[in-house]
């Protein structure tokens, strides 16, 4: 067996928060943890560049030699995403407007407008500075341009730049009128300066407005990006961290190819078990956007889930299955925001690597664990993630589903997905993501919760799809200009499902169908023009239908009929799922003939899984099984 | 009998959505639905002038033509709701702008300033050109002015304007500085250009300042549409659509001497039976614009009530039984908003005659029934609608119970008078709205809900009444300029109630009174000077006192308290309740010796009513009695 | 003895919002109800200088002339605190702007920027003209400059000042950037133009700017306050009135030397016994500020408690109960805002001394029995109000746990401090309020809530302190730059309670401690160094610690329970609760060898006292015991 590339384990390392004295104590609490990979200089700017054009590097060539003398690798970042000060006063016109028209200040960070030419060429000159500095500094192993970018501005320089992507995308105003509906309530524009960004208006925008001010956003932001990336002239890999949020205008994965590593920040935004059910939703997508393989988490949090402002800690030994949640669906390492909490600034009480209290604690304790045992670990990740399931994805259908004017305000295009991959999650299946251009052949079961937006092109591909289809509301309703699909709903899916669906019926409340199945917010008035009916309302309409391997819920069902009937697809897809007790999540990964197994106990009670293998984490052979401790995780080598 | 003029059936037409082809699929459905009267041109000012001064009437006049070609009469409107988007670019300040100051932009609708001299030009032009070109287009039946008047803005040209209006209330500043108590926290205005919309402000307004603000708005807004009506120079009749919400500053009364027709848009904002009981309210009221003639329903939607963004899709056949209350009512038809489902923009889920599944659809199919049956109802519209009990209204006081500084946050003048009304409905009472100053003699009940703003002049009308008088909370409170009446509540009411309220005491939840009546949110302190207790609060002091004919509620009673009351005075009042099973909604509309009768089953059961007639909606007579289905109706001809 | 001075009773009183006509029957009015001091001129600046430069003081000198010859003392207010309209348009530049940039108009009140030089000048003129016109007119008892002093702004004028307030706080931008910790998310400053008011931003603030802010605010408006006492140019005593809020940026103890009396608004924001709380609270802060002496309320509400725009009437009776609360506590009267309830203006339904209802009302007569009662209870003036425990109260470290950025959204400052307060209130044990650096020895229990920020001398102060010492989260936790002392919460105080906090754990809902108490919504993880552990949470870990004389709790306890705890702390210090009926409100004021005590009955019960005394209220001599009737109060004069 050749030797694994060693897995990282790090975070984020801010030395000019502190004294050069607590460097040394850093670096010796790194080496004590196991830390093998930092990022250093994300938020450095002002650091680097207190003065316009003077440059302190000093500390930064220090803290690089240090780190380097003492064997701990460098994510260099530039550190654009937050301009310092005197940025904002040589540039005023750069920093962010809101849709209100409030031009915001400096006093946090991203108080910038990415589509400022002052802002665009300042980003890639103090790139290009760092770049020709450290380009290549043997400490570096990767570049990190920017942080998390997302930040929208709706100033004037947006509204040239958007008006600029526009014309790529529609050629003539024409075009645009007629994908916009501008007919509808006197929109239609005779120039080009009469298109603005969606800033605040009357009464309700125009949705295709919006989606496409979202799509601009996104395709703006990458231009950024690559403009870095282009004047870094390093070959080192270079890569950014990506962002997970309703309010973000990116679409990752057209962003994936133009990253050396597909690397993610991970926040989940619930406590308990959702929060579990969120890493695997974020790791499985991450992996996607990374094409099925290796990515990297970039930043999870130590201590704490973080709920609107409220900390709910994580319980002890809960860092680690997160990090083994990640590490098992693909994640080349486990890193962290921030390796030392810092005494004062906006995010003081983020928890951290080192806490407030000191290595002598709870935290920095588990952490050391979690860095003894990630060698043992490396290995796995020569195996290739098992999934025969795909669940589409599209950043675009859930931007059209936050719009305006849509049937209901709970409509909730995550939580559809998240829906879905849930019941998949619980049952032990594991699932890749996907979009409905991509071969789904390799798939026996393609889920498409809520696919809103649907080309001519990907209802094609999936109308011939010939796996078990499992299709839920709003899925194929517009096309890509967001415009409904005449003639019944779901447009595109219509011949597919065998269902016509004249209304959509938002109810308050749940309904009982049937078969006893429950839903909740959602009803249709669908009729079967060629499927059989699985369960009706209580009027006795269809509620959901099958014809042939396609099936159709025109309601959101709650979690136990929701599996229940993803069992019913999983039979049919002759997918068996496995016999793992309720609660512990398992990830298999295989290559060759040898199989890992990450098995990671969420439940309160010993769980016993039937095995012959050894126990990477304990270097144990299991004889015939394995008894899992409460909130405690196994990754077995099993050999075929 | 004379042929009675045909009832209008059709609604919002707005062929710039569709291409050419679609056309005349709309025409040929129209007339499989019974359409006789379609509203174009609403929002159609850039598709008529898609660039300043170029206008293309080639659409219209096509459309026009092929519908007069059809027997189609056409209600013509005047663009000027939305103007488009190079307008905005031509004078951005006519752009509206909020208390805040924020100028909204083009996107959505209503993005004008209605005092933005720019903005009044450049709509009289476009009515001028319009009315030149078609004003008495053999097709057009009415002409439509603007739309739904009603948007608010505080920019320069407003405050200008209201200054005007103000220098005609006022006459000079000493008046005004009475009027607006401005010795209260040093707003003395010395001079005229001191005087602002109330723009946002530190902390709470001017009550005065902000109900005079929505009076001037209303006459303003009347003056613009005043200036389309002059210059469109056609014989035909001109209206425009009332629209009724909280935000509305219109005073539709005021304004009804100014339409031909007196046309509103109802939209219930609440599912269930509220819906109806919205719709027999709206209804009512504007019966009571048009003088108690006959009106024009000119908006509904056909599939759904929308609560705050939230489609409650309507039951079958709701959509006949809504077009019937109002029709009952003194509509002379019912049209809907819009036509066809639109495929894109905001509105793109409105519900529509013809809905996004097409002709082969429940909705439709509905509409097509509803057509049919119309023309058997023509003759009903001969009857004048009975009422013998009037409800007061007064948009002022609605203004002025929304102003700052009340005693409670939960005043509703709006819910105070639908609970009123409420009661009447449930007992199938036929009931008018009427001002305080309008012959009250005709009515055996005059109800009085939170009549808050009261002149001398009106105090005096109420107090020479001779029937029964039901006066509730926060009524006879305070003068025109909503200044408080001194020597105890209600003012301007205390000695025809006989009764002085020393104290408002507000509450929250609930109060049971000494009769077993219960009351919510609201007490009152009060002695009684000169009438009749008939109920008390848990303390002794008097809640509902009766001095002759005058009857004073000092809570919010609960709906069975509030009907037993109801029942009390119109005991008093020698007016006896039809006893008709309850949730069967019943219109009665008589001239000489014929009766209609209309009778809306809104219960989930069978209902008998005894009768001798011709129901015309099936054609068939009756025999003694008729049962009517769950959820269905009848028209009754009666003869005396 | 010698006879006491007498104790003011009056409120607010605007004749400019009436005809003089009623001015004479407010005298009259005023004489019978027995008001000695009315205040005059607060919101006065348009009617006394109507337009720039010229003024009319005819109307007050009348006024003053009729109060004076009627032997009704006056406190002259400077009007300042809301600039009339014309001053808005002279200088829109100093109209108020909000931190998202909105500029407010005139139209409420406070309209102003207390940093703009034409405000501050203006202020200065009219404070100087007034001075010298009525500087020692012999109706003026006291001045009282401006009103509520706490009105913030953001414009320009403001980030000037806050700049140079910064520049003499730290010298060189290097201690700033380190006080600030800017090196979190680049916000390095290079230049003192670069820092501003914390404007709106893009995401969360930074803390120590947000804190230094209202710092400097607090200093700012003191500023202003001190130029118009050194032009008024008078000898007679000359304050302001404190309001007290969450949203107020002034720290009142450190006005209190510049204020000849402390003064103080007092208005309770919730119903029921919460509201008598607050006012012990109120009152208990106010003598505080005072230095322990005798200070005055300066407005209370007559008949109602306003809990965010919802009027709670109080009870008959009730209003006598707050004012002798007050006056218990060290108040020199009791006055209200205002005497005569306003026919319009933002207020009209702020409730008065003489209501709507005129003079005959419940009202009117409750007032005049108060005024009656007065000059008995003066000679109580004398005693000291008795404590043997102080609670310490911090303004910054209110506002610091109002910052972005803190691990919970449901941290109040408030409350926790008003719950230690509330504790002593129910057990009868008299309290007041001190600083950690003021001399506590002369305390035998010290109560140390939530106190955020603690200098190094504080600390060392708290460490020294000899007495019992009690101290709940979030204590000590950051130095005075809001920056976290670090090794282990509570950093300051880890060493004298003996334990060391490795993490806060919020929680949602509740928890119940070994002992049977009951926490919420905050838990920690802690570690014992050094103290007995006095109660565990469910998971073993220590939640109430006890290091000698130095308690500590982790959780935020329900009332039973900290009561009970307090009742440990209380017998460790030997201080044996006075065993008063429940809901019996009592507090001791003593000089020499007589003893003044004030008995409140809050219950719906007769409360049985023991005591041989004399009742100031009655005139009568108690025979051993003293039965209150339920609502009712008594003040005792006892001999030892």
């Known amino acids: 067996m050749v030797e694994p590339k060693p897995l990282w384990f790090g975070g984020d390392y801010n030395p000019e928060q502190w004294p050069p004295q607590v460097w040394a104590e850093d670096v010796e609490l790194m080496r004590r943890a196991g830390v093998n990979l930092v990022t250093v200089g994300v938020f450095s700017w002002s650091s680097l560049e207190p003065e316009p054009g003077r440059y302190e590097f000093g500390w930064l060539d220090q803290v690089l030699d240090l780190l380097h003398s003492n064997g701990i690798r460098v994510t260099l970042a530039t550190p654009t995403a937050s301009p310092p000060p005197w940025f904002s006063l040589a540039h005023p016109d750069a920093l962010p407007v809101t849709a209100d028209g409030v031009r915001l200040l400096h006093g946090s960070r991203d108080t910038y ?15 290009r500075v760092l770049g020709e500095r450290y380009g290549d500094h043997p400490a570096v192993e990767m570049w990190h341009v920017h942080n998390e970018y997302g930040t929208t501005c709706y100033c004037d320089h947006v ?16 075009a645009l009128n007629d994908a916009w509906t501008t007919a509808f309530w006197s929109q239609g524009y005779s120039a080009w300066e009469q ?36 004047v870094l002239g390093t070959r080192v890999p270079i890569t950014t961290n990506f962002v997970f949020g309703s ?13 050396d590593v597909v690397a993610i920040d991970h926040y989940p935004d619930g406590p308990g078990i959702e929060a579990e059910q969120q890493t695997a939703f974020g790791a499985d997508l991450a992996r996607a956007w990374a094409g099925g393989g290796s990515w990297l988490l970039m930043e999870q949090a130590a201590g704490s889930i973080n709920d609107r402002g409220r900390m709910h800690a994580k319980e002890p030994g809960r860092m680690a299955l997160n990090s083994l949640s990640h590490l098992a669906r693909g994640s080349r390492g486990a890193l962290f925001f921030q390796w030392r909490a810092s005494r004062g600034g906006s995010e003081r009480y983020h928890t951290a690597m080192v806490p407030h209290a000191g290595p002598d604690s709870r935290m920095f304790r588990e952490i050391t664990e979690l860095g003894e045992l990630l060698p043992r670990l490396a290995e796995a990740d020569a195996g290739v993630v098992e999934a025969e399931v795909a669940i589409l994805w599209d950043a675009e259908s859930w931007w059209a589903l936050q719009g305006p004017g849509l049937p209901s305000p709970t409509i909730d295009y995550l939580e559809s997905v998240r829906a879905a991959h849930r019941q998949f999650w619980s049952l032990g299946i594991g699932v890749d ?15 498409v919760p809520s696919l809103y937006l649907l080309t001519d092109e990907a209802a094609a591909a999936l109308s011939a799809y010939e796996g078990q289809l499992l299709v839920t509301p709003l899925s194929g309703i517009a096309d890509e200009a967001a415009r409904i699909r005449l003639g019944g709903y779901p447009g595109a899916l219509r011949d597919v499902l065998g269902v016509r669906v004249e209304e959509f019926h938002p109810i308050d409340g749940e309904v009982e169908l049937s078969t006893g199945a429950r839903g909740h917010g959602w009803t249709e008035l669908m009729t079967v023009t060629d499927a059989e009916v699985l369960a009706t309302y209580e009027n006795g309409d269809p509620a959901i239908t099958r014809r042939a391997n396609a099936w159709y819920i025109s309601t959101w069902l709650d979690d136990p009929s929701y599996e229940a009937l993803v069992r019913q697809v999983l039979q049919a897809a002759a997918i068996d799922p496995p016999n793992y007790p309720r609660g512990v999540e398992v990830i298999t990964r295989r290559t ?49």
């Not at 407008?113 to 790139?127: D, L």
């Not at 509204?159 to 024409?174: I, K």
């Not at 909130?631 to 050999?639: D, T, Y």
């Open 592 to 640: 060759g003939r040898t199989r890992w197994r990450y098995l990671l106990n969420h439940t309160g009670q010993p769980a016993e899984i039937a095995t012959d293998a050894e126990n990477l984490i304990t270097g144990e052979e299991t004889a015939g099984s394995l008894v899992l401790a409460p909130g405690s995780f196994a990754v077995l080598r099993e050999q075929a």
């Open 113 to 127: 407008c990415v589509c400022a030419p002052a802002y665009r060429e300042a980003a890639a000159r103090i790139a």
């Open 159 to 174: 509204a040239e730049s958007f008006r600029r992507w526009l014309r790529g995308r529609y050629g003539d105003l024409a």
């Open 195 to 230: 298109v603005f960004p969606p800033r605040r208006t009357q009464y309700l925008a125009n949705p295709t407005q919006v989606l496409d001010f979202r799509r601009f956003y996104s395709d703006e932001l990458l231009a950024a990006y690559r403009e870095q990336k282009a």
């Open 247 to 259: 309010w973000v205008p990116v679409d990752h994965w057209r962003w994936a190819d133009d990253v």
């Open 433 to 447: 993501f996907a979009r409905p251009t991509d071969d789904l052949s390799r798939y026996r079961v393609v889920v």
